[in-house]
């Protein structure tokens, strides 16, 4: 499992050494992952001692106008620059405190991460900074263009992302 993930840390204005420990520890408990560090400003230069880690720069992007745009370009990132077969989206802010000891997903079609959900509200959240894909479920998100779907940002900003995002599962004519 340790061999089969890629991590993308999606990074704005975020601290220098904040991101550098993420990225430490990550290799540290996963040395064979592969780790993609996404900027979301072209001005932003990172360099990092390894040099297995890859460092991307986009256009600003990770504002409410934008919806989903944010998520679609990581799991294109993912498809494009891992053969790996899950995906974890980091946020700069996660602490990495050992290796994931819970089995990921064997269903090739899964989205997989922790959600709260609050009894006064009707959308689930995903809680801390990480969620999960396998490669066929980012293949069928960026196929499907749901995310840059102007319907969406919406429910996006909304809070509704797991359950937008989870409803591709459910009815994937539905995303067009």
Not at 72 to 85: A, V, W
Not at 99 to 107: K, R, V
Request: net charge neutral; hydrophobic share 40%; aromatic share 10%.
């Amino acid at each position: 499992m340790k061999n089969d993930i890629c991590f993308i840390v999606n990074v704005y204005d975020e601290d220098t050494a904040q991101i550098e420990g993420l990225v430490a520890s990550l290799r540290n408990e996963y040395p064979l992952a592969d780790i993609i560090v996404a900027i979301d400003t072209m001005e932003r230069k990172l360099s990092f001692l390894d040099t297995s880690i890859k460092v991307r720069n986009f256009p600003h992007i990770k504002t409410p106008e934008f919806g989903g745009e944010w998520t679609h370009r990581y799991l294109t990132l993912f498809l494009r620059e891992s053969n790996k077969k899950y995906l974890i989206k980091l946020d700069p802010d996660t602490a990495i405190i050992g290796a994931i000891e819970t089995p990921l997903p064997s269903d090739e079609s899964a989205i997989f991460c922790r959600v709260l959900k609050l009894a006064l509200h009707p959308y689930n959240f995903i809680c801390g900074g990480a969620l999960g894909f396998t490669r066929k479920m980012a293949a069928k998100i960026v196929s499907s263009a749901f995310m840059m779907n102007s319907r969406w940002k919406n429910n996006l900003r909304c809070g509704n992302y797991h359950d937008t995002m989870l409803s591709i599962v459910a009815n994937e004519n539905s995303v067009s």
